[in-house]
Structures are given as structure tokens and as C-alpha cells.
């Protein structure tokens, strides 16, 4: 797509298939330097449609589809429509993609948070929400949307279908809409016992009339082209008026990246079975997806065995999220550098290791904890854990133990 006159000099190195979607797509969009349409080419948003009928089971009209860069500026655009500066409030769940909390900040909207169950494997609690609004209620806050994260990031955890039933009716009870952040579909590491349910489906199967805005993204699954900037969201019960205001606001920004569009139709358009690109996209995706869930289990049992240290093993996305207990030596080091003991551990981990983790303060957690984001994606993960091991345990003797 970058460079037609590609397919015809190298023809006998390409399958036929992936020439053919080449040439499908260069005849609707033409040089991928152009603009396009604002919402998206037609044709990439009528190949995503198609994919949610297949996913779901359930119809999907182009045009409720927006492509965008990335499923950060969906989520930022959908943030402005949203908020009336100072005065709306929006259900974030602890801990959080901190995308979250810094869009709020930059349109002056509320974050209202609810807090995950981590002894329940990261689960999202009705009562917890319920509790939340009712704490945002007595400050005057006024609750307009409803974030979910599932798979979630930092946690990894799915929710059921019983809970996502029950965040769908909460939400047309208390008239928010539903933001659906579910970027980590394909990131599944046991899809037997763990599958993955979309919100899209779930408000279908049970013909709920709440708004619904779903997001995805060709950054992760087993593509990982996050450099791209290509995404989608999908609109469901969302009005022809708010779907226009909408449109005009994506116009502003003139249309999202043509080659992140283009890795939005791989995403949704892989190679059949009986296709000639097929026998490897089947052995390059099932090897990834093993890899993972191995590395993530191998990482979830050996973090469990060291002391003061407890890792739910995520079902879900790309990270684990450990607690670790500190000693208060630790605790009283970092207040004395002005930083939280999870940053104090983070950098010491970085500068002991080369090991870069995400702390836990940085995505909310609850006052006292401490955690940090390992993301679960190296090869080579036995030293990767070896060294975090080692580190750990001289962490605590350092700072007088546990």
C-alpha cells in the first residue's frame, strides 16, 4: 500500500490472497497519502461490521463505525462530547488505565472512582459502583458514563456475563452511557474457562436501550502495531443527532491514518481457512498466544512464592498486577524523597535489573497498597523473573524485612 508498483516486482514472493486485498483496497482508497473519509474508508468500516456480526451474532452498521487513531482519541472524543467542564462525572474503575484520569483532567471532567475486587480475581462489584455514586452524589457530581475495561488493564481480569448483564442494566437504571474499553479481546490466555463476552452482545441479547460506545484497537491482540495509530469505535443506541455532532467533531481533525486503517482491516479481516496466507497466520497466532499464557502463568507462580508478595493470574491482556508488602523502612525512605513506595521500588528494580514496571500509584489503588504493572511479553521470561526474584528479596533485607 505504500509503494504499489511493489506487488508486480516482487509478485512471486507475496500470496495471492495478500495481493489481492492490496489491490482491493488501493482501488477504493487510491494513494494512502490522501485524506480520507473523515469517519473512515467506507470499506474498512463495512469489513469492521462485518467482523462484529461475526463476533457477536448480531447486526453492525457501518455507519455506526468510527475509525480513528488509536482507541485513545475515540476515548478522548468520546470524553469531550461528554463532559460539561467541572460538573460531570465519570465511573472509572481502581485501578485504571491512566488514560482515564488524565483525559478527565485535560476537559475538567470528575473522575468517580470504583474499586476492583483483587481477592476476587480483579472482579467488578455492582455494590462498589453503586457505593460510588452514591459518594458522588452527596458532593453534587453529576454521573453521566460508565468505563469499563474488560479484558482490564492493569488487572487482566474478564468479566462474566452475569456481572456484564448486571453493569448494563445498573447503567440504563441510572442513565449512563456505557463506555466499553475492550482493546484486549484477542488476549486471552485460557479461553475455555475465561472467554471473552462484548458489551455489544450482551446489550443486544437482552434489548437494552442503553447507550453504548465500544472501542478497539490494532495495538494489541497479537499485532501490537501501536506505532500505526489505528482504531475503532462503534456506536449502539446512539441517537442520529449525537451521531452527527459526533462526525463533525472527527471532521476537525480531517480523517484518521490511512496505514493505521489499513491495520484496523487486517485486524478484522485475517486470512481464512483455504486462503494461501492462512497456514501461517494460524501457526504465527496460536504460537503467540501460547507464549503468552505460558509466560504469564510461569510469572503469576513464581511472584506468588516470594514473600510479601501476592499476583493474581491474570485470565486476560498483557500484564500481571502484583501487591507487594513493604517495610516500613521503605515506606518512611521514599515519603523522605517525596515519592510513593511503589515509585521507590520501581526505580531501584530499573536501576538494580533494567526492569521497567508501571507503579501501582500511577493506575489508583487503595490507601496503604502497593502494586506495580509487569507486562508479560518477553521471551526469555525464566531470567526476566530470575532477576526480579533476586532483587526482591534484597529490597526487603535492605529495608529490615517484612
Known sequence: MEYPPLAELVKDKWPSDVLQRAKELQAEIGSIGAYSHSKGVPLIRKHVAEFIEERD??????????????????????????ITPNETGILIPIPQYPLYTATLSQFNGIPIPYHLSESDG?????????????????????PRALVVINPGNPTGALLDLTTMENVVRFCEQHSLVLLADEVYQTNLHSPQTHPFHSFKSVVRKINSPVPL????????????????????????????????????????????????QIGVDCMVRPPKEGEPSYPLYKKETETIHAALAQRTKLMADRLNLLPGVSCVNSPGALYLYPKIELPDKAVKAAEALGKSPDTLYALELLDETGICVVPGSGFGQKDGEHHYRLTCLC????????????????????????
Open 122 to 142: 480483579w472482579s467488578t462489584s455492582l455494590a462498589e459502583i453503586e457505593s460510588a455514586l452514591a459518594e458522588a452524589a452527596k458532593k453534587g457530581v453529576k
Open 57 to 82: 451474532g448480531y447486526p453492525s452498521d457501518p455507519e455506526d463505525i468510527f475509525l480513528t487513531g488509536g482507541a485513545s482519541a475515540g476515548v478522548s472524543l468520546l470524553l469531550n462530547v461528554l
Open 379 to 402: 521471551p526469555g521470561v525464566e531470567q526476566y523473573v530470575s532477576a526480579l526474584e533476586g532483587f526482591h528479596r534484597k529490597f526487603v533485607e535492605k529495608y529490615g524485612g517484612l
Open 213 to 260: 460506545i465500544s472501542f478497539h484497537s490494532i495495538s494489541k491482540g497479537v499485532k501490537g502495531e501501536c506505532g500505526r495509530r489505528g482504531g475503532y469505535f462503534e456506536c449502539t443506541n446512539i441517537s442520529e443527532e449525537v451521531r452527527a455532532i459526533l462526525y463533525k467533531m472527527v471532521s476537525v481533525t480531517l480523517c484518521p491514518p490511512l496505514s493505521g
